[in-house]
């Protein structure tokens, strides 16, 4: 008849195990419900000869700006492997008010997976013309980009 008894650890423990705190509830909220905007990320690099070199192909499905960072969704194939997507500006700049500056997102890495991944992926440039106004022409995408501008 006193079979029972030892059910009642196992069962609080389990119980005692799903339960979370309000403060470890509140860290697995996603960034975007904190009313804050997602930081750039990375910033640039400047390469001439990575600017020039074949990378994995990339889609580009949108590009804006959002304050002080370029916003820039992609599509690739992939899943399984290891892809490092950089914005490169070659260092030159087209002469026009405001400057035109040449920019290309390049993937680098192997990825044999064949499914279809999609990014957003953010972008520091408030540094590419010392925060002077510049338009940003960028592989890929056909409609510039003007920063620093109303």
Known sequence: MRTWPWFIP???FLFWGSCTTAKEAASNLPPASSGRKPACGSGWLMDNELFNMPGFPL????????GRCL???VRRAGGCGNVAVELIWNGSMMKSMPP???LRILGRGEDPCRSEVKQ???FEISTLNNGQPFIIQMQGWKHPLHFGQP
């Open 71 to 73: 916003v820039v969704d």
């Open 10 to 12: 196992i069962i609080l």
């Open 100 to 102: 035109q500056i040449p």
């Open 59 to 66: 889609r580009i499905d949108s590009a804006y700006l959002d």
């Open 120 to 122: 957003q992926l953010r």
